[in-house]
């Protein structure tokens, strides 16, 4: 951002621009998911999709707040240069260069709060600490079937055939296979 905020009004794109935005996004592409990964860090798997969400929700939240901010000042800073009577080229070169200057501030201040606030301890393992006992996991009771007498795979129901390859067919077919066996009326 401070390369940025020193190109000339009358530069060459291709020596005084596009480096530093290869930088910048070299940069970013290395320092986003290590960011994310350490925020990931402490936390638990069971918390893993909310720590994903809360970080990715500040990344676009800050995004879209620096941007106003940074847009704000440099519009602020252009329309009081071009009002003095300094030509308009050189009046956004200099809103640019205060913007990029207030962001290059933010990525510093950011650094400063992360170091001093950087508490995370790594997650515990799924085994948990060695000295106490895993959960066992709650399970439902089971419903009390009857019993079935012995021989019997299935219930018998009057009626009922037997479908492809010896199966016996659901329940309801074999009371629906009744039903059409009752004399219809008229």
């Known amino acids: 951002m401070i390369l940025l905020s020193r190109a000339p009004a009358d530069g060459d794109h291709l020596v005084e621009i596009m480096p530093v935005l290869a930088l910048m996004g070299l940069?970013?592409?290395?320092?986003?998911?290590?960011?994310?990964?350490?925020?990931?860090?402490?936390?638990?798997?069971?918390?893993?999709?909310?720590?994903?969400?809360?970080?990715?929700?500040?990344?676009?939240?800050?995004?879209?707040?620096?941007?106003?901010?940074?847009?704000?000042?440099?519009?602020l800073r252009t329309d009081t240069l071009i009002g003095q009577g300094i030509a308009t080229l050189t009046a956004e070169r200099d809103g640019y260069s205060l913007a990029f200057l207030i962001a290059a501030g933010f990525v510093v201040a950011a650094i400063a709060v992360a170091a001093l606030f950087d508490r995370a301890k790594p997650a515990p393992s799924a085994k948990g600490p060695a000295n106490l006992k895993p959960r066992t996991p709650r399970t439902r009771p089971s419903r009390i079937r009857p019993r079935r007498p012995k021989g019997s795979a299935t219930r018998s129901v009057p009626g009922a055939d037997r479908g492809r390859a010896g199966h016996p067919e659901p329940l309801d077919r074999g009371l629906g296979q009744e039903l059409e066996d009752l004399p219809a009326d008229g």
Do not use: E, F, K
Request: positive net charge.
């Open 27 to 75: 940069g970013m592409g290395l320092a986003i998911p290590a960011l994310i990964m350490r925020a990931m860090t402490g936390a638990r798997p069971s918390d893993a999709g909310l720590a994903s969400g809360l970080t990715n929700t500040a990344q676009q939240v800050g995004a879209a707040l620096g941007t106003a901010v940074i847009a704000t000042t440099a519009t």
